[in-house]
């Protein structure tokens, strides 16, 4: 019997073993274990890290949070399967460091009504030699708008001819739609209203990028999946996706501007965790972090870390019409509202919860919203508006509070509670009690609950109006404010904030009507004026996304996501 | 034997049946969508994308299509991830997480089962005192700061391991050694008990008065039926541990299961959260199936009739 026993545990031990010899590495073999931690040691001695730099290729990783979701442009409509198209991909313009510049477009030209955009398309070629046409460009707008891929990011080219009746199923025959392929070399779009977003919004989508439509039917609902379902037409054509590890890129040679690409090989790695992404930064594992916490701040000197804008404007929005009918009455109180945002310490929470990183905001409009000219942005433009105080003013809430519980006839016991909604992410909830507690500290309302939950369900309540503050972060375009500005309109459709009014509409409204930038501004301007001093948003912060970057690299950037197509040596 | 394998395949399947009808129900109650994602989607799109789904019938419909689906082993596809099927992403991150599932057990057995016969056999030494505190700090610590301590001091300090990633031998030292101390911890406490509770039954006093030797008793009488409780514990201690671990995994950066079965709930990705339960309820059922069978071999009273 013992032997029974002793036998059974020896073939457990056996199998086990077998079984952990048999291997799931992502990729890698033992050598290549030894030279990885050969090159550590090297770091540790203080050496350089680009070891390829002697054999001639250069080589770059990169450390990323999240990995793409699908490579399918039409369906994509998150960051990170957004940059890694904007790497491999090209349309028709691109948009570099917030500058329109072209892409396979040459050139285009606008016509007199603004009405029609001819774009003319350069000689280019897909990674397998394929010409790319202006047909290719049709399918991709085609595909976008039509019902039946499951596209979720079309609102912006809803201007389009016929664009809106494919989108509603009204008409069937995409061929329909005002987007025609003259030759292989011009593109004609032709739009039923003036658009002036519509270039910057091509520009800046990572959904329109040509397709293949043979390749694509051939694929059918695996296209993007997978690595080998999906073709590339930009700088870097994509060598591998091991999904969920990494994303391997390899100069594209077919690509037209092959020679400004100086990478040979950039690997995207996907590293979840902060702290440890940090470390194999600091270890020389990674080149690049794209996503530092904000606590490590000062363990990096600025020619290694770098603090780009988000593009988001967080706020606390209010609504209105309240919860119950009881906190409703309250929060339609301007000066109820107001009184709330001056005793927020925007500066203290920035110091104490986000080590400084953030930019504290006391307007609505991002600050890094280029101006009229090519020189000025627009806050240099207009630098007056303003709706908050950076740090508390407690004289000035108090005087407001009072002005509100005179106007409601309500003495501060006689408040209703009211809920603060927030999701269950990152440090929301540090904010929401922050808050909470200046309220209670310098106005003495102690009358606020902080409700918490996964990222749909607050939404949802969000939506239904479950809801009194709610802390919300939004942003859109980085270059134009009307997709953020046009939320909060009577027929914006996430403006549950009990907010119709029409001078804000109206002005809103206005700036779709011409294409002269500097005159659209100063209505963005004076319908932030006006939001900020009536309506139900308490600017709170413009996030920034912290990077840092080994020295020995140049062009590296976040954006609106993380750029590097012109990554390369520092010399 | 055969009669009783057949009658647990069909209470199997029933309990899987449930498993799934249940879950289905649960989850249609949690108010929200899978397309309400940090980047809002406008309500009119929330829409559009909930018919294009087919989310926007009724339940029953959906749950009857689900089914039918399931049948013929189509668990549908990811929201999150979009048109990525969700067997294909079951069977691309669970063969990692069981290869470190395997490999901690494969540690954490063997070392926990020694240190709790050790515990047990110098009870009341210094011996036992050791092994007992192992087993506390073990349960204790949670294993986000054993592997970040172990990361700092074999990857940052000294730089003889890597800190992250699953490329090699050398990358599954570290998260397997973290993933393997929990498990070490509690059999350590498990097994001593177990020891220390079959010392004083009659059929050690009879071994003794037959004159057996001290390890013929221990291996022969002790041991094995001290081992009783541990392998109940087996089928599910096995089926959590090769389901991945989603703090482990997110630390070293290992991408395996573990992370999909938060990751997905947290998003409402139901056809994901749907076929992760399917998944791992099979799995489940089927362990402890092996162990019921398994009791028979360790201990002879135990024998299955029908």
């Known amino acids: ?571 | 034997m055969k009669r009783y394998i057949a009658k647990r395949l069909v209470i199997s399947v029933i309990t899987i049946w449930a498993l799934a009808t249940f879950s289905f129900f649960l989850l249609k109650t949690l108010p929200g969508n899978p397309f309400q994602t940090e980047q809002l989607l406008k309500p009119e799109i929330q829409e559009k994308m909930m018919s294009y789904y087919g989310l926007d019938k009724p339940y029953f419909e959906q749950y009857l299509t689900y089914m039918g689906n399931l049948l013929h082993g189509d668990m549908g596809y990811s929201f999150k991830y979009t048109n990525r099927s969700v067997w294909d992403i079951i069977m691309q991150t669970f063969p990692i997480s069981a290869d470190l599932g395997l490999r901690s057990l494969a540690i954490g057995y063997p070392v926990g089962l020694l240190l709790g016969t050790i515990a047990a056999r110098r009870r009341g030494k210094k011996a036992d005192y050791l092994c007992v505190l192992i087993s506390v700090l073990g349960v204790s610590v949670p294993n986000f700061v054993i592997g970040s301590l172990l990361q700092w001091v074999f990857g940052v300090k000294t730089g003889l391991l890597p800190i992250a990633q699953w490329k090699g031998f050398s990358y599954s030292i570290l998260p397997t050694i973290t993933l393997s101390i929990a498990t070490i911890a509690s059999l350590t406490r498990t097994m001593r008990a177990s020891m220390l509770e079959v010392e004083n039954q009659d059929y050690m006093k009879t071994a003794k008065a037959k004159g057996l030797g001290e390890k013929e008793i221990v291996w022969r009488h002790q041991l094995r039926n001290a081992m009783i409780p541990i392998v109940t514990g087996l089928g599910p201690a096995v089926a959590t541990t090769l389901m991945g671990s989603f703090i482990v995994e997110q630390l070293f950066s290992i991408p395996g299961i573990g992370k999909h079965f938060t990751e997905s709930v947290q998003a409402l990705d139901y056809t994901m959260v749907l076929g992760l339960t399917i998944f791992f309820g099979v799995f489940l059922v089927a362990a402890n199936f092996i162990v019921d069978i398994l009791y028979g071999i360790i201990d002879p009273r135990i024998r299955i009739t029908d």
């Open chain 1, 1 to 571: 019997m013992r032997k029974k026993v002793v036998g059974f545990v020896l073939a457990c031990t056996v199998a086990m073993s077998a079984l952990a010899g048999c291997g799931t590495y992502t990729n890698g073999d033992p050598v290549a274990d030894a030279t990885q931690t050969e090159g550590n040691q090297q770091n540790e001695n203080g050496s350089s890290g680009n070891t390829e730099q002697a054999t001639g290729t250069k080589e770059l990783t990169i450390g990323v949070s999240t990995d793409a979701t699908s490579l399918d442009t039409s369906v994509i409509n998150d960051n990170n399967s957004g940059e890694v198209l904007y790497h491999t991909s090209e349309g028709l313009l691109r948009n570099v460091g917030g500058k329109i510049v072209p892409g396979i477009a040459e050139s285009y030209d606008i016509s007199e009504d603004n009405l029609t955009y001819t774009f003319h398309l350069r000689d280019s070629k897909w990674e397998d030699g394929e010409p790319i046409t202006a047909e290719q460009f049709v399918y991709s707008f085609q595909r976008l708008l039509d019902p039946n891929t499951g596209a979720t990011e079309y609102d912006k080219f809803l201007s389009i001819v016929n664009a809106q009746e494919i989108v509603d199923g009204e008409i069937t025959d995409l061929d329909q739609l005002g987007v025609k392929a003259e030759d292989d070399h011009t593109l004609v779009i032709t739009l039923k209203q003036i658009s002036p977003t519509f270039l910057s919004s091509l520009a800046a989508s990572n959904n329109l990028y040509p397709l293949r439509e043979e390749f694509v039917e051939q694929c059918g609902t695996a296209y993007g999946t997978t690595g080998d379902n999906y073709l590339s037409c930009g700088p870097y054509k994509l060598e591998a996706w091991n999904q969920g590890t990494e994303i391997i890129y390899v100069k594209n040679d077919q690509y037209y501007d092959a020679d400004a690409i100086k990478m040979d090989k950039i690997t995207r790695v996907v590293i979840e965790d902060a702290n440890t992404r940090a470390s194999m930064f600091d270890n020389g594992e990674i080149d690049v972090n794209m996503s530092v916490p904000a606590s490590l701040k000062d363990n990096y000197d600025s020619d290694t870390l770098f603090n780009d804008p988000a593009g988001t404007t967080t706020t606390l929005q209010i609504n209105m019409d309240g919860m119950t009918e009881e906190s409703g009455k309250v929060l339609s109180n301007v000066n109820f509202i107001k009184a709330l945002s001056y005793a927020i310490d925007r500066e203290g929470l920035n110091m104490a919860l986000a080590n400084g990183t953030y930019d504290v905001a006391t307007r609505l409009i991002d600050p890094a919203t280029p101006g009229s000219t090519d020189e000025t942005t627009y806050w240099e433009e207009y630098p007056d508006v303003s709706g908050a105080p950076t740090t508390a003013d407690p004289e000035k809430a108090n005087e407001y509070l009072n002005k509100a519980l005179e106007e409601l006839g309500m003495t501060k016991e006689e408040l209703p509670r009211m809920t603060y909604l927030c999701m269950e992410t990152g440090q929301l909830k540090l904010y929401a009690e922050a808050i909470v507690d200046s309220w209670k500290t310098v106005l003495g309302l102690d009358c606020f609950d902080i409700v918490q939950y996964p990222v749909p369900t607050t939404i949802q309540n969000m939506l239904d109006g479950q809801y009194d503050i709610y802390w919300q972060q939004n942003g859109d375009d980085m270059n134009d404010p009307y997709m953020y500005m046009s939320y909060w309109t009577k027929t914006g459709s996430i403006n549950v904030t009990g907010w119709m009014d029409d001078t804000y509409t109206d002005l809103i409204n206005q700036t779709e009507l011409t294409m002269d930038r500097g005159e659209r501004l100063e209505l963005f301007a004076e319908a932030e004026q006006y939001i900020l001093d009536n309506g139900p948003q308490i600017p709170l912060f413009f996030f920034t996304t912290l990077i840092t970057v080994n020295p020995e690299f140049t062009g590296i950037d976040y954006g609106a996501n993380a750029e590097y197509l012109y990554a390369d040596y520092a010399e």
